[in-house]
């Protein structure tokens, strides 16, 4: 489900700590993020994936790409709520289940929540 959220923040003495879209909690932890390189309407897309400590890169048809921009170039990045998160009783983790995303259009710069 992706939803249209207000960005939302806690202020910490000058310091803004992002909250979490669906709980509003401060524990959000970072996880795999992923590039996308596109030039306007081009038919490839570059994606850069860095997870688990390891860089992946791959060209692929714009149409197939998960890239948050229909256009041009995006950025997301997964995290995991401590207030929130599913837990995943065999790895006894919680999954990053929620993805932030930043997409160009049109010379502005989107940002959304992806869950």
């Not at 401590?82 to 049109?106: L, P, V």
Request: a negative charge; one cysteine or more.
């Amino acid at each position: 489900m992706t939803e249209n959220h207000k960005i939302g923040f806690t202020d910490h003495g000058g310091t803004s700590i992002l909250q979490c879209p669906r709980c509003g909690s401060d524990y959000l932890h970072q996880g795999d993020a992923t590039f996308y390189e596109r030039d306007e309407d081009a038919p490839q897309t570059v994606e850069i994936s860095v997870k688990n400590r390891a860089v992946d890169i791959a060209i692929v048809a714009s149409e197939d790409s998960a890239n948050p921009s229909g256009r041009r170039h995006g950025f997301t990045m997964r995290f995991h709520c401590e207030g929130c998160s599913s837990y995943n009783e065999e790895t006894g983790e919680r999954e990053y289940d929620i993805e932030f995303q930043i997409a160009q259009h049109k010379g502005s710069t989107l940002v959304n929540w992806s869950y």
